[in-house]
């Protein structure tokens, strides 16, 4: 099964809307990270998140981490018709190898 | 500059086939990666590899291994492939945490 799970598994909204992402997972980790996919593309880096953190913010992106949850969100501010794209958790967990996991995540269309 | 780049980027071919995807990465990474992507976008982890220090998934059939013939290269070989092969397998590298993905080579198998 998934380590990550996202909620939603999809999202549409309207430009200049926030959107919010949230992913859960099941076992004890080093850290969480965010890629972003665009269609037929390769996985992109957004912003990691230690195991010791709780919130981080990379330009129009914050992203929160609850470890007595297990719980993640992303949120993108003044979303653009560019964000338009698959968000996916991925969770590096503790004896794995450096290995990530990832939920099954969020297809995200913000419409201009 | 490419950073993480797999070739090619379309594969298709018939049941039973042996076919393999290069994977190079010119980051200066210690870690590289194989992952499977199938139609409905999950992303699996099949192998780590860093160092000649080999991790594997062990949901991965040992009809797929990977060969790292340098530090800047980890290239997949499929043996007899099967129908349930088809999805898109990317490569990713790592130093200190996040990867850096390839473009992606969609397996089609017939």
């Known amino acids: 099964s998934q380590q990550g799970e996202e909620d939603p598994q999809a999202l549409s909204i309207q430009e200049g809307e926030n959107a919010t992402m949230n992913c859960s997972y099941k076992?004890?980790?080093?850290?969480l990270q965010w890629y972003r996919q665009n269609s037929g593309r390769g996985l992109v880096h957004l912003i990691l998140?230690?195991?010791?953190?709780r919130e981080k913010h990379s330009g129009r992106l914050r992203v929160t981490l609850d470890t007595s949850k297990k719980s993640s969100s992303l949120l993108i501010t003044a979303s653009r018709a560019a964000d338009t794209a698959s968000y996916f958790c991925a969770t590096d967990e503790h004896n794995a190898g450096n290995m990530l996991t990832f939920g099954g995540g969020t297809r995200l269309m913000v419409k201009p | 500059d490419t950073a993480v780049s797999q070739t090619p980027k379309y594969l298709v071919t018939q049941m039973g086939n042996d076919k393999s995807i290069k994977c190079e990465q010119n980051l200066g990474h210690d870690t590289m990666y194989w992952y499977k992507q199938d139609s409905k976008k999950f992303l699996k982890i099949m192998f780590s590899?860093?160092?000649?220090?080999?991790?594997i998934n062990e949901t991965v059939p040992n009809r797929f291994s990977p060969k790292s013939p340098d530090k800047a290269h980890l290239n997949l070989h499929i043996n007899s492939l099967e129908l349930g092969d088809s999805a898109v397998y990317f490569c990713?590298?790592?130093?200190?945490?996040?990867?850096?993905f390839g473009p992606g080579t969609r397996l089609t198998v017939t």
């Open positions: 076992t004890s980790i080093n850290n």
């Open positions: 590899y860093n160092n000649k220090e080999l991790i």
């Open positions: 990713a590298s790592s130093l200190l945490g996040e990867q850096y």
């Open positions: 998140i230690r195991s010791n953190e």
